[in-house]
């Protein structure tokens, strides 16, 4: 099993660019998690999904954070305009929902938004 | 209320002595306490947890207990060792929802 995997690992944009993060979820897991990990806030939730269906976004900023799920192998955040204030670690969990509330997270993509 | 207090946020402790870690939350909806282990540079990992239906748990050296009346959970982590030296943060989540996480504790193990 290979974990968890998130793509790309390190990731570098100039103020004002998109930033689209990739996320497969380890097989079989049905939910999809996304958080944000800063120095400041600590780890933030950000969006979430069950069998590909948004359920609870309470955690993204409104304005240019977008995730979609379009299929059980993937998950993709994207953030448009990227400002400095963006710049973090973007951590995706998965978990069996339903078996088991384990979420299991990967290695992370860091972004850096200059 | 959705926010978990996480005290301390650092802790020294000399190897082979027991380091304890303390959080509480405000939803009462909250029945699923995950603790994550995070070394630098690396994710956050599962190491143990408890769900509300249970007040201890233990495996490999470490403890959780939890009181559900004081919204409060704690790790406990016995004969520290250096590779215990790590970042650990508490989570709070209602039924496999979105985790809720303390603002970590650094803990350093020194020989």
């Known amino acids: 099993n290979a974990g968890v995997i998130q793509t790309p690992r390190h990731k570098v944009t100039g103020k004002g660019q998109e930033a689209t993060l990739w996320c497969e979820p380890i097989?079989?897991?049905?939910?999809v998690f996304w958080y944000r990990q800063t120095i400041v806030q600590g780890l933030e939730f950000l969006t979430y999904?069950?069998?590909?269906?948004?359920?609870?976004d309470s955690g993204m900023p409104k304005e240019r954070f977008s995730a979609q799920m379009p299929n059980q192998s993937h998950s993709t955040l994207k953030i448009q305009s990227t400002q400095p204030q963006d710049s973090a670690v973007y951590l995706c969990?998965?978990?069996?929902?339903?078996?088991?509330?384990?979420?299991?997270f990967g290695p992370g993509t860091r972004l850096t938004v200059l | 209320g959705e926010q978990v207090e996480q005290l301390p946020s650092i802790l020294r402790v000399q190897e082979g002595s027991s380091a304890s870690i303390n959080c509480t939350y405000e939803?009462?909806?909250?029945?699923?306490f995950p603790w994550y282990k995070q070394e630098p540079g690396e994710n956050p990992k599962l190491i143990i947890d408890?769900?509300?239906?249970?007040e201890r748990k233990q495996t490999q050296g470490l403890i959780v207990l939890l009181d559900k009346k004081a919204k409060r959970f704690s790790l406990h982590i016995t004969d520290t060792q250096p590779g215990d030296s790590a970042m650990y943060f508490c989570?709070?989540?209602?039924?496999?929802?979105?985790?809720?996480f303390g603002t970590g504790t650094t803990v350093s193990v020194s020989p």
């Open positions: 969990a998965s978990s069996h929902w339903g078996l088991s509330y384990e979420q299991y």
């Open positions: 097989s079989g897991h049905s939910a």
């Open positions: 999904f069950r069998n590909q269906a948004p359920i609870d």
């Open positions: 939803n009462s909806a909250s029945n699923y």
């Open positions: 408890i769900r509300s239906n249970m």
């Open positions: 989570a709070a989540s209602a039924g496999g929802r979105a985790l809720i």
